[in-house]
């Protein structure tokens, strides 16, 4: 499976996620957890789906090691920002166990987009 279809398969997964938590929160009048329901709709599927579209109209498979880790970077974030949020918010987990965790999984989204702008740049210059 290319890389533009991996992305695609795993934002609309986060979509379905996101979306059932945006249903639980209404039908409960309970919205403690906005904060999962707004991050895996932005982090996971929107930036997710971003990702597809590069990898389908710009990047061409120049640079599989550099997609990989990439790939891997921004779905390790996400998922870990994702359950760390719900753990924190659902009062399951303290803080002071969590924010280690939320800082490092918002280096790795914050380094998957890095590594996204360094394949647009690079795929940018070979096609010049």
């Known amino acids: 499976m290319n890389f533009d279809r991996k992305y695609l398969a795993w934002a609309l997964g986060y979509a379905a996620v996101g979306i059932a938590f945006g249903i639980v929160m209404a039908a409960s009048h309970n919205v403690v957890q906005r904060e999962v329901h707004s ?28 997609a990989k880790t990439q790939f891997i970077a921004h779905q390790a974030g996400t998922v870990t920002m994702c359950l760390g949020l ?43």
């Not at 579209?53 to 710009?58: D, G, N, P, R």
């Not at 918010?89 to 890095?114: E, R």
């Open 39 to 66: 991050h895996t709709l932005l982090v996971g599927f929107v930036l997710s789906l971003g990702y597809g579209v590069i990898h389908k109209l710009w990047i061409e498979r120049l640079m599989p090691i550099l």
């Open 86 to 128: 719900l753990l924190l918010y659902g009062n399951i987990a303290p803080a002071t166990l969590l924010d280690p965790v939320l800082g490092v999984s918002s280096v790795a989204i914050l380094a998957g987009v890095l590594l996204m702008l360094v394949m647009v740049l690079k795929a940018n210059a070979a096609k010049a």
